[in-house]
């Protein structure tokens, strides 16, 4: 069958070790002659860093001697990866992609790679002017004239909401003192709009990722069920192909994948699901704020960790609101709170990272 989606993915950027760009800035500009094209792959950076744990090299050196011997640098990485195992060399290696024209369940797809860092167009900036997705499975099926018609009316009850949405929030809005009541009920009204958008509605969105998660996601995609979830992994697949060889290497779906998918695919229907119980809540912390807050006095006032617990066991909710309080008030709104992850002793460590 012919697919007609207008996904497109392509490749943004690579990490490049900062000596090859040196040489191209110099070739560029001074007349020096340009690095081998080989050498601009982001495989020589995580061929230097595998090299750390038993090279007593400076590891600047390290990275120097990978730029000059590419080849040899991708057999180390295939040795240390896939042959011994250490897959996290090859998170050293990060690619930025660029997406396009992919749904909003696709996305979901995508995005649940946490590892991945994604920028999405806000869906409360959307058009709805033609700008969406109609599977190829809904075409292939005969489909294609009821799912329109079924498209437009969302759309058009999303533009029937909207206005009246303002209307609803401009009084309320000023009632409560709002500086600028009409601009902020315009944002609530396009926030709470986007309820009747389709799954099929358009979006698109920069992604950044090293080459484990890029395998891992090229052969999650390659072995979903859905026709443009399956696209994405092999235009994402054909994006990157060759440009780091020595670290994505497994990007083919096996037949076990593709089952796992067909048997606990995420948006399956649930045989023991409850009309009277439509949300239960499986499992908690008991009291979860202690850990939390006795982690905050260990960093913050170098207690035992034990004598921290007691210290929040003992108090009220009032006094552990105040633990908290006292504990952010004094950074910026920018600063992340200093809160220790370790449950024994330990002196505050300053981090500049």
């Not at 090279?55 to 042959?83: C, D, M, T, W, Y």
């Amino acid at each position: 069958m012919t697919l007609s989606l207008p996904l497109k993915v392509t490749l943004a950027g690579v990490n490049v070790d900062v000596g090859t760009l040196d040489e191209l800035i110099a070739a560029a500009y001074d007349g020096a002659p340009p690095p081998g094209r080989e050498s601009i792959t982001p495989e020589t950076i995580s061929a230097a860093y595998a090299r750390i744990s038993r090279n007593p090299a400076e590891v600047g050196e390290l990275r120097e001697i990978s730029r000059h011997e590419v080849q040899k640098a991708r057999r180390s990485n295939e040795n240390i990866v896939f042959g011994l195992g250490h897959s996290s060399v090859a998170e050293h290696a990060t690619f930025n992609v660029d997406v396009v024209g992919i749904s909003r369940l696709g996305v979901e797809a995508v995005e649940r790679h946490r590892l991945a860092s994604f920028t999405e167009k806000s869906q409360r900036y959307i058009k709805l002017d033609g700008d969406i997705v109609v599977p190829p499975e809904i075409v292939e099926a005969g489909f294609e004239r009821e799912f329109l018609a079924l498209i437009d009316r969302q759309n058009r009850a999303y533009f029937e909401l909207h206005p009246k949405l303002i209307e609803y929030f401009i009084p309320r809005l000023q009632e409560n003192g709002a500086k600028n009541a009409e601009k902020a009920a315009k944002s609530f009204a396009s926030e709470d709009a986007r309820y009747v958008v389709s799954l099929a509605t358009q979006a698109q969105f920069g992604m950044t990722l090293n080459a484990r998660t890029m395998e891992t996601m090229v052969r999650d995609a390659l072995a979903h069920p859905l026709i443009e979830i399956n696209t994405f992994g092999q235009q994402l697949r054909d994006a990157v192909q060759g440009i780091a060889p020595s670290l994505i290497k497994y990007i083919e779906a096996t037949d076990f994948e593709r089952e796992q998918f067909e048997r606990i695919c995420y948006w399956g229907r649930r045989e023991k699901a409850s009309a009277t119980e439509p949300v239960r809540l499986l499992t908690h912390t008991p009291e979860g704020d202690v850990p939390v807050i006795a982690a905050m006095l260990v960093n913050q006032q170098n207690l035992e960790w034990d004598d921290a617990v007691e210290q929040v066991h003992g108090s009220s909710p009032e006094e552990r609101l105040t633990m908290i309080h006292s504990t952010l008030r004094s950074g910026r709104p920018w600063d992340p709170p200093r809160i220790s992850s370790s449950s024994s002793a330990s002196p505050p460590q300053r981090s500049d990272s």
